[in-house]
């Protein structure tokens, strides 16, 4: 099943990976990180790998997608 991982520590909570979604699998966590931001946070299901949030997310290696192989 693809899905993604978003490192909370270096996401700084812009929201384009949330906008960008085609299937709202992505939402704002309500815990702050170690920077003072309210990090992206993958809901658990839906995501089908299509890698936009990847290339929208303006911090390197903040979010990485598995897809199925």
Known sequence: MPHIEISTENCKGCG???HICPVSAIEFAKE???LG???ARYKGDGCTGCTLCFYTCPEPSAITVYRKS
């Open 16 to 18: 384009l990976c949330i």
């Open 32 to 34: 702050i990180n170690k």
């Open 37 to 39: 931001y309210h990090p």
